[in-house]
């Protein structure tokens, strides 16, 4: 089998991905099938490519193949919505993925974050919150105003405040290289 046999199985099955993206444009997105003629076409030129990269030998074509329609159409269900997902990004436009209308099947696929790691880095924030509070009151202040209103940017820190750029850059290093020797073994254990 070379690469045109393959785009034309994948094409043959056209109608397939277009449900399927029209499903989730509809169902999960929200957005009234305004873009699943595009994403549709978008993905096509996405396994086109994937194709592409493979070596020309038979076996790894119909293996890539066979991964894609043999019965697991859920790799073209992750790729879609992973489309959506950037175009809405890329458009600024904000949907909330609907939960509640996912099946119980769909909702065991979704990979959560265990409760451990999560624990682990509330603790850690609240050691970096406890260590910063015993800095000299200006590193202190400085270094909160780095961290929570301006959102590391120090140009417009520097432009707001009205203290110089030089000064900010070295007290927040000066501030992150004493967290670091502070609290490296409890991030890494």
């Known amino acids: 089998m070379d690469k045109k046999k393959a785009m034309q199985l994948i094409y043959d099955r056209y109608d397939s991905i277009k449900e399927i993206v029209y499903v989730l444009d509809i169902k999960y997105f929200k957005l009234k099938g305004m873009f699943y003629n595009d994403i ?6 996405k396994i086109h490519d994937e194709i592409d990269k493979i070596e020309n030998k038979p076996h790894l074509i119909l293996k890539f193949l066979d991964r894609i329609i043999n019965g697991q159409m859920y790799i073209i269900y992750n790729k879609a919505k ?3 997902i950037n175009l809405l ?4 436009k904000y949907v909330r993925f609907d939960m509640q209308k996912l099946s ?8 959560e ?3 451990v790691f999560e ?3 509330n603790d850690i924030q609240d050691k970096i919150n406890k260590y910063v509070k015993t800095f000299y009151w200006f590193d202190q ?7 929570y209103e301006f ?3 120090k140009t417009n820190m520097s432009k707001k405040t009205k203290i110089s750029y030089s000064t900010i850059y070295r007290t927040v290093k000066r501030c992150k290289v004493k967290i670091k020797d502070k609290l490296k073994r409890d991030y890494y254990e």
Do not use: A, G
């Open 82 to 84: 992973q489309m959506y």
């Open 89 to 92: 990004k890329k458009e600024n």
């Open 151 to 153: 959102r590391m940017h």
């Open 119 to 121: 624990k682990k880095d």
């Open 113 to 115: 974050m265990p409760k």
């Open 40 to 45: 549709t076409h978008d993905l096509l030129i």
């Open 104 to 111: 119980q099947r769909e909702k065991q696929k979704l990979i």
């Open 141 to 147: 202040k400085l270094f909160d105003l780095y961290r």
